[in-house]
């Protein structure tokens, strides 16, 4: 079946602007979770979606935003942009339950400038 | 709040050699262990969790609750298995499916 996609993978958008990111999970999955990666800080939890619902937040401001909808594709939304948004992000999927296996996609590089 | 850390940025060990990646956790509840890997241009993958005690491709983790830790071996390392390795925790016992903290990785070289 296929993987987790994200578009778009690559970027660039300019200090202020805003950028929405787009995540299909794989099939049945319910559960999407947004994480930032960059090379000084790693991957970083950024929020996570089940069922149209957000679950879980990271420790990020409130420019960053995100949705999930009735078919568990999901966004996510950052909102002025700032050079260090520049980075990695990936989005993962999972069923629920314990023992699931969370699965990545790609990722949508963001290069702000 | 829950924490991983992965001492050794850097690993470099030769093609045959053993080879063992540190993972260090403080959580207070019941965690879940994983250790994912991203290979050269490829997405980052489950390489395998505490709770299945698996060997895939020769890696073995053993969670040891008492020094809170999760080290990842081989005994005899492969060039292919050069890559970044992340160790990574989760809230077993919470709603916290996708929720995953991460370490800052380790790179793994094996010289032929």
């Known amino acids: 079946k296929a993987g987790v996609t994200q578009t778009p993978r690559y970027l660039i958008k300019t200090r202020g602007q805003q950028v929405t990111l787009s995540c299909s999970p794989i099939?049945?999955?319910?559960?999407v979770s947004w994480y930032q990666q960059t090379p000084g800080q790693g991957l970083q939890f950024l929020f996570e979606y089940f069922s149209e619902t957000q679950r879980n937040k990271g420790n990020f401001p409130g420019r960053f935003s995100g949705r999930q909808f009735s078919n568990s594709r999901s966004e996510m939304n950052v909102s002025t942009l700032e050079l260090g948004d520049s980075a990695l992000y990936l989005c993962a999927s999972s069923t629920q339950g314990f023992g699931n296996t969370i699965y990545f996609g790609e990722g949508s590089w963001l290069t702000v400038v | 709040a829950q924490r991983v850390t992965q001492p050794e940025k850097l690993l470099s060990v030769f093609k045959g050699a053993p080879v063992e990646l540190k993972c260090n956790y403080s959580?207070?509840?019941?965690?879940?262990l994983f250790w994912y890997v991203q290979y050269s241009r490829q997405r980052l993958q489950l390489l395998l969790r505490h709770i299945s005690r698996e060997s895939i491709k020769g890696f073995t983790a053993d969670l040891n609750k008492g020094e809170t830790s999760f080290h990842l071996k081989k005994p005899f390392a492969q060039e292919e298995d050069s890559a970044m390795y992340y160790c990574?925790?989760?809230?077993?016992?919470?709603?916290?499916?996708?929720?995953?903290?991460f370490g800052q990785g380790t790179i793994l070289t094996v010289h032929p």
């Open positions: 959580y207070s509840g019941s965690p879940e």
């Open positions: 099939s049945g999955h319910r559960s």
């Open positions: 990574a925790l989760s809230n077993a016992g919470g709603t916290s499916y996708g929720k995953l903290t």
